[in-house]
């Protein structure tokens, strides 16, 4: 039985240390967070994710959702009690704007309190996540009719919500679509049709869903100019507020897959529904991005998360289990074996893994601060630039922390061994569940093309080299720090690494857009790189800087941090030069070659 | 569902083009092997693949195996009927001394045809998979009397074998095991303890299964040096030959495990079970390695097979699921959307997979002549360096194919997007089925050290040492071919990089070993990528000098290869790198901080 307690020490090194967020007092739900507030809300957190959520995480699994001959859907047992419970707790507000009930504080709170859902339980924590989605695209784009409607009972956490996009015949080309939508002259709309892996579509732990819903208005054009999106609630909403009739929507199966068996993965059937149009007519994707892009970074930090869960149960299996003997002589001569922990292959894979969350951690914690300042900040200049930030690394984190996530749950799973791959301990649920993060929310193929292809162009490229010029000052505002020094080279080199490439892509793409396809998940991966090897320098100078830098916790931080620096880092190398290589042996085969 | 078709041609080209074993038809097996007879065996066993393993692959993973209260294991449908088709086929005895009823043909042809197999169904595939290691080790050590008891029905598929090693508390520190054998005056033991982990350890398929049981004698020596090697039969044999009454072998309980579910990993109970010595007195591990040795090369072809299947069905999907347009314009303007196989992070995906299994197949099969030569050449020389190939590449490719074939699984799930996590599709078991190659049969990370710890320095090094002067020559014998050039630059690289490598474990691994643990996995993948390299030149060298050199296949495999050298075969840089940083940032955290 596999255990997770909330990480509070490094979280609160990320927010406190290394971000400092007591110095954007200023900002609105800024001013109410002290350290103090800080620890005691990622304190209750942590004993909800712990005592609630992880304990039924492994049953959850093992159980699955059922769905019955009337469509509805059982999630397994205890998860109406954990959700009465995140629910009573506040959490679904947290980071809400307190007009519909929300709690006002920062995002990056939110993200934290979000990390710990994940890495407790994540087919759960997907349920409350995908409804705070449709309450943000509500809120960006509703009418304040809809927002007064929807958004008190949503924050609250009373309804649930959903994102519906794939359909059969299309996932990722949503021009395709064929949901549609018929005006009925009173401003709503008939929907039908069928949506496909539809997380959260129906379950039995709120009292509605808002379902949101791509659908093309009749007579609209076609491909993705004639998408709109639309507000489609599983039961209609009197005047008064209570519940009236059923609408016709309804899950017509539940999927059978590798992982998340606890989150119901619907197949969706509108049968003309009554829908309420989001947003402006024709202007669905656009509206359902705005969604999207918090989701994604949801998505990533699922993929850390993961990591971090699997690498506690990783690393007491390898402090717990006694086999062979250290390399150097026996570490334990009393007892019948050394715990694996002394050979230096097991601590190889651990501390991959452990150079990753953490420095995943603060880079991921870092964005969200960033959409804080997006929001927030007084200043359009630092609004401006946080929102371009936000822009870049959201592919960036998507594809690179789910695909680690992946990876480093594989890993963790391999310390067990055998053990490993029997469900008994949970390591290879861990596995199951990480896996989808690199599909969801747009494959990570698509992530690296939104990265070459969008963000890279954006405003003639203002995002990146605006990122780079931060880097490039951070290293000369601590030139001469002998300490920090080995921190600023790796992240000089791999950053000259990164705008190598970038500049590449620039002179080439332009000739042969094959060239930008070819090479954009080195090129993503590169980039990750770079912006790990910033949140490592940044942790690091924290560390050095603390009152406690003697102290074990900043010592071993700085180590991790050395090993990241010495077997991770090295990969920007070969990811330049596979970018160099571009796409000539990439599309030379002909199509039925394959 | 997904589909299966042995790379008939791919197969050919390997065992014809690159290794022309038509020369080696003064070796017994080999005389008979014409290249005719090779493509009729080759298509018989793609036919049984095909029509009869492959479609029973996913519902057999969906059924798994059922142990019912007397401690029988029912396989799952349709099992039996296909195990009677792979015992009639004679597919079992193949490879094996035609004395005991065996075909004699080469060993090459016998991994050609266990690709096939695992590819189809890798669950399937491991009954007679471990039954062929137990009638090896019974060949190895065994007396005339036990080869004649028991290896006729072993090659003919009437009886099955297993192999038990692993107990609760010891898989790799087999020194701990505490399963006892106590002598009975007779020549037969006790043998009693419970064993863990036993693949196919009950099943329905045989009328008797030979268990191989690790055991420490009474009295004897502790840790590896008392431990030996026993064949427990499940049903005791008369001496006329006929079944007699069941010994004190069962199954306790089998595991609810991540995949590979047609097969049953058992709980073996031994309540005095009678047993009889294979081998000599305290020498069972060494017994036992004989077994795994060829058990290694075995999982590691596990790997590259479950790469090749999941490539199939990627590509297949690839080229026939329409969603978006190419990069550089619609490639079908005609049809709704362009197919997958347009976009360039698709192919990335398809040709990473192909290269890999195109060249790990090449490397493979020149390890299996090997093999050949080790046990048939007429000179001691040949024999010997034969020898010394086998027990290099053994850990090499059983780490590098699994770890490998489960990326690349991973890759082709990828392609499917949401498709692939579902069950349907057949891509989610790939994957789930692949994992447990890179645990069992020795961990991966227990093949690193082995390769760095034993393969290396046994005979001063003179392995690795003729291998690499064995590319030497190849690199001179070619050099001024300027097709060949890019292939020989690149094999030149990775060879220098290797050397260094073990040049650097060399000079730093003797003062303290575990520089040589925490290089040793970056080590053993440098290393592979070396071998790769050669496979591939070796593979361009018999492409471009083929009669048919202006053929597709040719072409298209000089294409795959020139894919090769520029988006894999990088990583060896990086690889180098992490070597050469050392043990220090990997040990320097103390274990209580993990």
Redesign the interface.
């Known amino acids: 039985m596999s255990e997770y307690a909330a990480p509070l020490k490094d979280m609160q090194f990320v927010l406190n240390d290394v971000l400092q967020i007591s110095k954007y007092s200023n900002l609105p739900g800024f001013s109410e967070v002290s350290e103090d507030l800080v620890e005691a809300i990622l304190e209750e957190g942590g004993k909800l994710a712990s005592n609630v959520l992880h304990p039924i995480n492994q049953s959850g699994d093992k159980e699955g959702c059922t769905r019955h001959d009337d469509g509805s859907v059982t999630t397994p047992k205890g998860f109406k009690e954990a959700y009465s419970a995140y629910k009573e707790g506040g959490w679904q507000g947290l980071a809400f704007d307190p007009e519909y009930g929300g709690q006002g504080l920062p995002y990056i709170i939110g993200i934290a309190v979000s990390e710990m859902v994940s890495a407790a339980n994540m087919a759960f924590g997907m349920y409350p996540g995908l409804a705070r989605g449709a309450a943000d695209a509500i809120y960006a784009h509703g009418t304040d009719e809809q927002k007064q409607t929807y958004l008190p009972n949503m924050i609250s956490g009373e309804w649930g919500g959903t994102m519906n996009l794939?359909e059969p015949?299309?996932?990722?080309?949503l021009?395709?679509l064929r949901t549609k939508a018929v005006p009925q002259g009173d401003g709503s709309y008939k929907i039908t049709g069928t949506k496909?892996?539809i997380s959260a579509g129906e379950q039995d732990l709120t009292d509605n869903i808002i379902h949101l819903v791509l659908a093309r208005i009749e007579g609209a054009p076609e491909g993705v100019k004639g998408i709109s999106l639309f507000i489609v609630p599983k039961f209609h909403i009197n005047d008064d507020g209570s519940l009236g009739a059923r609408n016709g929507a309804s899950c017509g199966s539940i999927?059978?897959?590798?992982?998340i068996h606890a989150n119901s993965?619907c197949v969706m059937n509108y049968d003309e529904a009554t829908g309420y149009l989001l947003g402006e007519e024709h202007k669905g994707l656009k509206a359902m991005f705005t969604m999207m892009n918090e989701a994604r970074l949801g998505v990533g930090l699922q993929g850390m998360a993961i990591s971090e869960v699997s690498y506690q149960n990783g690393?007491a299996y390898?402090?717990d289990r006694?086999?062979?003997r250290a390399?150097?002589g026996p570490a334990y001569p009393d007892k019948?074996?050394d715990?694996l922990?002394?050979?230096?292959?097991?601590?190889?894979?651990?501390?991959d893994q452990?150079a990753f969350t953490e420095g995943a951690r603060a880079w991921m914690y870092w964005t969200a601060l960033h959409g804080d300042l997006h929001h927030k900040a007084e200043d359009e200049e630092t609004r401006q630039k946080a929102d371009d930030y936000m822009g870049l690394m959201t592919p960036i984190l998507k594809s690179y922390l789910t695909d680690k996530g992946?990876a480093h749950a594989?890993n963790a799973?391999?310390v067990l061994?055998?053990h490993?791959?029997?469900?008994?301990w949970g390591m290879?649920q861990f596995?199951?569940d990480a896996?989808?993060a690199?599909?969801?929310e747009g494959?990570?193929?698509i992530q690296?093309?939104d990265l070459v292809?969008r963000k890279l162009t954006k405003d003639g490229g203002r995002a990146w080299q605006s990122y780079f010029a931060e880097i490039d000052e951070f290293i000369s505002d601590n030139e001469g720090n002998a300490e920090l020094k080995p921190f600023l080279d790796g992240l000089a080199t791999s950053k000259a690494r990164t705008l190598d490439a970038t500049q590449w892509l620039g002179a080439n793409a332009m000739q042969?857009?094959?060239h930008?396809?070819?090479g954009?998940?080195d090129y993503l991966n590169l980039f990750a790189l770079t912006c790990l090897a910033f949140a490592w320098a940044q942790m690091a100078k924290a560390a050095l800087e603390s009152d406690n830098k003697d102290d074990?916790f900043y010592k071993?931080k700085l180590?991790?941090g050395?090993?990241f620096l010495?077997?991770i880092l090295?990969?920007t190398?070969?990811h330049l030069?596979?970018v160099k290589?571009g796409?000539d042996?990439?599309?030379?085969?002909?199509?039925?070659?394959?």
């Open positions: 794939t015949h299309c996932g990722t080309d021009g395709l496909i892996f999927e059978e897959k590798m992982g993965t690393a390898a402090n006694l086999q062979g390399l150097t019948p074996a715990p922990i002394v050979h230096p292959d097991v601590r190889r894979m651990l501390m452990r992946y594989t799973q391999q061994g055998g490993g791959y029997i469900q008994e290879e596995v199951r896996r989808i690199m599909i969801y494959a990570n193929g690296a093309l292809g042969n857009f094959n930008a396809g070819a954009s998940m074990d071993n180590i991790t050395r090993y010495e077997r090295p990969d190398g070969a030069e596979k290589a796409a042996a990439v599309m030379a085969l002909p199509a039925e070659a394959f």
